[in-house]
């Protein structure tokens, strides 16, 4: 079982960006394709973005295509979400977890989450 350690959260104004960080447990980091997701106050979790085990190919939800990239390092056993130009509407709890590529499933459990906060 994969454990995952999220990071990189805080308050920005509409505008600004963030980089949040994903450390995850184990020596197959690699194998595993992973996702970014997030939860805002009363609606359900909902996926932001994935990326293959090789990190050849990723995935996006509309709402953040151009906005966002993810984005992993192997050697260091982390995923990254670069987001820019963020909206009130990005405000929310993100997590990471293992996913099945294309299909945007979940495979693992979640961590706690770091809360971004954007300001308008």
């Known amino acids: 079982q994969v454990q995952l350690v999220e990071s990189g959260g805080g308050l920005v104004q509409a505008g600004g960006s963030l980089r949040l960080s994903c450390l995850a447990s184990g020596r197959t980091f690699n194998n595993y394709a992973m996702g970014w997701f997030r939860q805002a106050p009363g609606k359900e979790r909902e996926f932001v973005a994935g990326?293959?085990?090789?990190?050849?190919?990723?995935d996006y939800t509309d709402s953040v295509k151009g906005r966002f990239t993810i984005s992993r390092d192997n050697a260091k056993n982390t995923v990254y979400l670069q987001m820019y130009s963020l909206k009130p509407e990005d405000t929310a709890v993100y997590y990471c977890n293992t996913i099945v590529f294309g299909t945007r499933a979940t495979m693992g459990s979640w961590g706690q989450g770091t809360q971004v906060t954007v300001s308008s």
């Open positions: 990326i293959r085990g090789s990190g050849s190919m990723t």
